[in-house]
């Protein structure tokens, strides 16, 4: 994927480029601005595994909670409840997202709760 093919989407929590985008798996670099956090969400037809790149948050997944930060490598499997919460005052959450699977859309987003109102 050529620089140009490149997309940002920006979002109530901060934004994430589409790095690469093909059929069989779609990698997105996620920026979370400081004290905000993602939906409780899950997704039916992808799994997804996320490596953080820098700054410090706390992974929830299946009601679980955990200190996440530098290096830290994250598996979500299919249908597994997640979010990550920016924890820091002042310095973003970035982490790669690699999503595995046979559909990528947005739209495969169940979520539970959100600070957005989104559905």
Not at 89 to 115: A, H, K
Request: hydrophobic share 30%.
């Amino acid at each position: 994927m050529n620089k140009e093919n490149k997309s940002i989407s920006k979002s109530p929590w901060g934004k994430y480029e589409v790095l690469l985008n093909d059929a069989n798996c779609k990698v997105k670099k996620i920026t979370v601005k400081p004290k905000t956090r993602l939906s409780y969400q899950s997704h039916k037809k992808r799994a997804e595994v996320w490596v953080v790149i820098s700054g410090e948050g706390l992974l929830t997944q299946e009601e679980k909670t955990t200190p996440v930060k530098h290096a830290a490598i994250v598996m979500i499997p299919y249908e597994s409840k997640h979010r990550i919460e920016n924890t820091h005052e002042t310095e973003d959450l970035v982490f790669i997202e690699t999503q595995i699977g046979t559909y990528f859309g947005e739209d495969d987003i169940t979520r539970y709760e959100d600070d957005y109102g989104r559905e």
